[in-house]
C-alpha cells in the first residue's frame, strides 16, 4: 500500500472534517446552551448553501464574498427561529423541542423541494477544480480555503467566549440557566445571541461548500447526520469536542471510503455513533448534561 | 359495563360511529377514495402501533421503518423465495422485528430524550444502508416486486374491499391492545415512565425492562404493518420501507392526534392523511412536497398552541355533544328526582 495515497487520504479527511466541524459547532452551542438539539441544523446548511449559490448565480456574487451577505443573514434568520419557534416552548418536555425542531426540518427541506426543485445544482468558478501542490501531495484549493476558515471562525468564536463578557455570559448560561438569570444576565437574549451565532456559522459552512460541492434540498439530512456524529464522539456541548471530533470523522469517513467502500463509509459512522450513545454518552471532551 | 352500557350515549355514540366506520367503505365505490381509506387506516394502526413506546412511554423513536422494513422485506423475501404464504411470513417477520427491537432497545434505551431519539435515527439509517447494499439478498436501489396472484393464502385480493377489511381488523385488533396497555399495571408502569423516569425507578419500576417490553410490542405490530404495506403495493424498495420520512410520518399522526391516547393516532391519520393524499394528487406532479410542507406546519402549529394533541380540544365538544344525546336506561335516570329524594 502506497503511504502517499494514506496520506492523500488522511489530507482530504482532515480538510473536509474542518468544514464538519464548523457545522457540528453550532448543533452543540445550542445543546449546550439553550438545550435544545436541533434536528434542523442541516436544513439550516441547505439553506445556507442555496443562498450562496443564487448569490452567484443571480447577481454573479463571488461564494467567498457572498460570506459577508450570508453572516448576517442567517445570524438574523437564527434569532428569529429561537424567537418564533423554540422560545415559547422551552419550558415543555424534550419530546416537544424533537417535534418542533423536526417539524421544521421537514418544512424547510420541503419549502426548498417546493421552490427550487429536486435539481442537483453546482456553481462553477474559476478555482472549483484548482489544485494546490505541496511535495508529492495534491491540495484542493476550495476545501483548503474551507478548512482555514472553517478553523479560523472557531478560533475566533472561541476567544469570544473565552474573553469577552458576553462570552462569558454565554458559558454562564450554558453552565446553569438559573444561576445566570438570578446573577444579572438576561438569558433570553443568550439564547437568541447563541442561535444566531450557531445559525451565521452554518451559513458561513454552507458558502464554503459551495465551490466544490453540490446543493440539493435534502443535502442537509446528509450532513446534519455526520455532524451529529461528530457532536455525539466529541462531547455535547463541548467546542473542542466538535473540534476535534469533526476533523477524526473526516479522516475515519475519507479512510473508510478509501479501503472499504463509499457506500459502507456511512455506515460506518453510524455504527461508531451507536457505540459512543451507548458506552461513553459523554463523548471525548462532554460534560455530563445528558438528561 | 354490561348491555346497558350501550343504552348510554357514551356507549352508543362510539359503537354507532364503529358500525358506520366499518361499513363506510361499501359506499366508496370510486378506487381513489378507497385507496384513500386504506391509507388512513394503515396510518391510524401504525400510529398507533408507535403510541405504545413512543406516545405511553415517551420514548421519541424516528427509527420505525427499520421494524416495518424487517418485516416488509422478510414476509416478501420469504414469499417470492420460497413460496411461503404471506400469512406465516408475516409472523415470522414480527418475530425477527421483535428481536431486533430486544437486541437493539436493550442498549439504547440508556439514553433519554433527544439522544434516544438520535440513536433510532442512526438505527434506522444503518438498516437502510443495509437494505440498500445488499444486493445479493434485496436487489438495492431496485427493490422487489411480488408478482399478482391473487388468493386468500397469497394476501392478494383483487378487491380493494379485502384490504380495507385486513387493515381494519389489524387497526382494530391494535386499538383493543392499546386499551387493554392502557388499564394493565404495565400501561401505568409506561405512564409513570414517561412522566418523570428517575420518580419511577425509586417507586420500584424497573424502567428498562417496561420500555423493552413496549418496545417489542410496538416493533411487532409495525412489522405486520410492513408486509401489509408489501402486500398492497405489491413493490418495496428501501428509499420507503427505511426512510426518516415513513418513521416520522408514524409519530406525526399520534402527535397531531394526541399522544399517549388510543384515539389519538386514529384522529391524527383521518385529518393528515387525505389530507396528504388530495394534496398530493391534485398538486403532485407540479409542486412536490407540499403535502409535507403542510404536515410540518400544522405540527408547529399543534406543538406551539395545542402540545396535548387535538383530540385534547375535541375532547370538551364530545363530552357535550353526549350530554345533548338521550340516555335509553329509562329505569335508571340518575338526574331524575326519584334517585335524589332517595338518598
Given amino acids: ?291 | 359495563m354490561s348491555h346497558r352500557f350501550f343504552l348510554r350515549p357514551q356507549g352508543y355514540v362510539p359503537f354507532i360511529a364503529l358500525v358506520f366506520f366499518a361499513f363506510s367503505p361499501f359506499l366508496l365505490q370510486n378506487p381513489f377514495y378507497l385507496n384513500i381509506f386504506i391509507l388512513t387506516i394503515f396510518y391510524a394502526a401504525l400510529g398507533s402501533a408507535w403510541n405504545i413506546i413512543g406516545g405511553y412511554g415517551g420514548q421519541l423513536s424516528i427509527g420505525h421503518a427499520a421494524f416495518f422494513g424487517i418485516g416488509a422485506y422478510t414476509s416478501t423475501l420469504l414469499y417470492v423465495q420460497l413460496g411461503l404464504s404471506p400469512w406465516y411470513g408475516m409472523f415470522l417477520g414480527a418475530l425477527l422485528s421483535t428481536g431486533v427491537a430486544a437486541i437493539v432497545g436493550y442498549p439504547s434505551f440508556r439514553l433519554r430524550g433527544p439522544f434516544f431519539a438520535l440513536s433510532t435515527i442512526a438505527f434506522g439509517e444503518v438498516l437502510h444502508l443495509v437494505a440498500l447494499n445488499w444486493r445479493s439478498l434485496t436487489k438495492g436501489a431496485e427493490g422487489i416486486s411480488i408478482q399478482f396472484k391473487p388468493a386468500m393464502s397469497n394476501m392478494l385480493f383483487v378487491n380493494k374491499l379485502s384490504y380495507v377489511y385486513l387493515i381494519l381488523g389489524f387497526l382494530f385488533f391494535i386499538l383493543g391492545v392499546v386499551l387493554k396497555i392502557e388499564r394493565s399495571r404495565f400501561g401505568y408502569y409506561l405512564l409513570a415512565l414517561r412522566e418523570d423516569e428517575d420518580a419511577a425507578r425509586v417507586i420500584g419500576v424497573n424502567t428498562t425492562r417496561v420500555k423493552l417490553l413496549a418496545l417489542m410490542i410496538s416493533a411487532f405490530f409495525t412489522s405486520l404493518g410492513g408486509t401489509f404495506y408489501a402486500q398492497y403495493y405489491l413493490l418495496i424498495d428501501p428509499y420507503i420501507l427505511f426512510s426518516i420520512e415513513f418513521s416520522f410520518q408514524l409519530a406525526l399522526v399520534s402527535i397531531i392526534g394526541g399522544v399517549g391516547t388510543a384515539l389519538g393516532p386514529i384522529i391524527g391519520s383521518l385529518l393528515l392523511t387525505p389530507l396528504g393524499e388530495f394534496l398530493r394528487a391534485t398538486l403532485g406532479g407540479k409542486h412536490q412536497g407540499i403535502h409535507w410542507i403542510i404536515y410540518a406546519a400544522i405540527l408547529l402549529l399543534v406543538v406551539r398552541f395545542i402540545p396535548q394533541g387535538i383530540i385534547e380540544g375535541m375532547k370538551k365538544k364530545y363530552q357535550y355533544l353526549l350530554s345533548l344525546l338521550p340516555d335509553f336506561r329509562f329505569e335508571k335516570k340518575d338526574s331524575s328526582p326519584k334517585s335524589d329524594h332517595e338518598k
Fill in chain 1, 1 to 291: 500500500m502506497a503511504m502517499e495515497a494514506i496520506i492523500q487520504v488522511i489530507i482530504g479527511g482532515l480538510l473536509i472534517g474542518g468544514v464538519y466541524a464548523l457545522i457540528s459547532l453550532g448543533i452543540t452551542l445550542i445543546w449546550g446552551v439553550v438545550g435544545i438539539v436541533n434536528f434542523a441544523h442541516g436544513e439550516f446548511l441547505m439553506l445556507g448553501m442555496y443562498a450562496s449559490y443564487w448569490l452567484f448565480h443571480l447577481m454573479g456574487i463571488d461564494p467567498y464574498l457572498s460570506i459577508l451577505i450570508v453572516t448576517p443573514l442567517f445570524f438574523l434568520f437564527g434569532v428569529l427561529i429561537q424567537r418564533a419557534i423554540f422560545q415559547p416552548i422551552l419550558d415543555a418536555p424534550h419530546l416537544t423541542h424533537v417535534f418542533a425542531s423536526f417539524g421544521l426540518a421537514i418544512l424547510l427541506q420541503n419549502l426548498a423541494l417546493f421552490f427550487w426543485s429536486p435539481d442537483v445544482r453546482s456553481i462553477k468558478t474559476t478555482y472549483s477544480s484548482l489544485s494546490l501542490r505541496a511535495g508529492d501531495f495534491m491540495i484542493s484549493f476550495p476545501r483548503l480555503v474551507a478548512f482555514v476558515a472553517a478553523v479560523g471562525i472557531m478560533l475566533g468564536i472561541h476567544y469570544f467566549l473565552k474573553n469577552t463578557y458576553t462570552g462569558r455570559a454565554i458559558r454562564a448560561t450554558s453552565q446553569d440557566p438559573s444561576a445566570a438569570l438570578l446573577m444579572g444576565i438576561n438569558t433570553k437574549r443568550i439564547f437568541l445571541l447563541a442561535f444566531g451565532i450557531a445559525s451565521a456559522c452554518v451559513g458561513i459552512a454552507g458558502a464554503l461548500l459551495i465551490p466544490f460541492y453540490y446543493v440539493f434540498p435534502s443535502v442537509g439530512a446528509y450532513f446534519v447526520l455526520t455532524a451529529f456524529v461528530i457532536v455525539v464522539l466529541g462531547g455535547m456541548g463541548s467546542m473542542t469536542g466538535a473540534f476535534f471530533g469533526g476533523l477524526i470523522i473526516g479522516v475515519i469517513e475519507a479512510m473508510s471510503g478509501y479501503f472499504i467502500s463509499i457506500a459502507f463509509k456511512e455506515g460506518i459512522y453510524y455504527i461508531i455513533f451507536w457505540f459512543i450513545l451507548i458506552y461513553k454518552p459523554t463523548g471525548l471532551f462532554g460534560r455530563a448534561r445528558l438528561s
